[in-house]
């Protein structure tokens, strides 16, 4: 088969497209014929050697995928082949075939096509597992998303609002500010110009956030305690702007704060906190309203796999709203 391949760690340029050994269908396991799979930030750390995968895990790229079950694994129940499907995984998504643990597919939503199916599982298992699942965001609270025109924000606000949450975000230009009201969010923070903490606390009348997801990381950790509400919970999912900070511990203290943080692709497939109980809640709790069209994945462009290294630029630039999606070559 066909796949995105590295040829040394490096810039979007080291990504090829070319013939890889194809996958194997394990126990437990089913094959899925990939009709789309989308780009995260993962795999550009990946692609520069930060991030290998977790052992056992295919090393190409790509953290989800949609298509159609085209083998079906020995202890595998409820799938058969020609299901349509979209499905979490811990790698093997930039390709034209991938094996998944049966545990992390679900079914492609009514009224979603099959290839903009492959924007929603990375993004939904990240928001509902670390907001919902371990923040326990309740309606009339306030919540903070970090990079709101993202593909983790563009679902965190959607999600947040459905909860009925007080949703405030940040963004880099005023038009992702606009599209991100067109969401749900409420109060809207130009992070180049504006100070979110101040933005954030003035629209509360000083209450601040009760729950804030962030993706940058060390650079933002002094200023998200300073937002933080009474009781405030902090979610942190990635390291955009570094590893390591200073942590005011009295601060944290007399909010009676936590912080949390969390990664997706390092979980075990099953068991407490796996990926198949986190998957198994959204299908649950997200997937009705995904298919009534409450909750929708945003996409902003798909491109061929062969233009893999043009995905992983835009996603770098930050130019894009939602998810880049990446389809096999014809």
Known sequence: MRAVTISSPGGPEVLGWGEVP???????EVLVDVAATAVNRAD????????PPPPGASEVLGLECSGVISEVGADVTGWSVGDEVCALL?????????????????PRPAG?????????PEVVCTVWSNVFMLAGLRAGEVFLVHGGSSGIGTMAIQLAKRAGARVATTAGSAEKLAFCRELGAEIGVDHREQDFVEVV???????????????????????????????????G???QGGTKAEIDLGKLMRKRG????????SRPATGPGGKAEIVAAVRHDVWPDVE????????DRRLPMSRAGEAHALLESSTHIGKVLLVPDA
């Open 292 to 299: 009534r069209g409450v909750v929708r994945p945003i996409v």
């Open 90 to 106: 811990s790698g093997g998504g930039y390709a034209e075939r991938v094996a998944v643990p049966a545990g992390q597919l679900l």
């Open 201 to 235: 606390r003035e629209a509360t009348d000083g209450h601040g956030a009760d729950v804030v997801l962030d993706i940058i990381g060390a650079k933002y950790l002094a200023r998200n305690l300073d937002v933080l509400a009474i009781g405030g919970r902090l979610m």
């Open 258 to 265: 936590s912080v949390h943080a969390t990664t997706l692709r």
């Open 44 to 51: 550009t750390l990946q692609r520069q050697g930060h991030y």
């Open 22 to 28: 194809d996958p194997v269908c394990g126990p437990g």
């Open 237 to 239: 999912i990635g390291m």
């Open 112 to 120: 979603v096509e099959l290839a903009t199916a492959a924007a929603l």
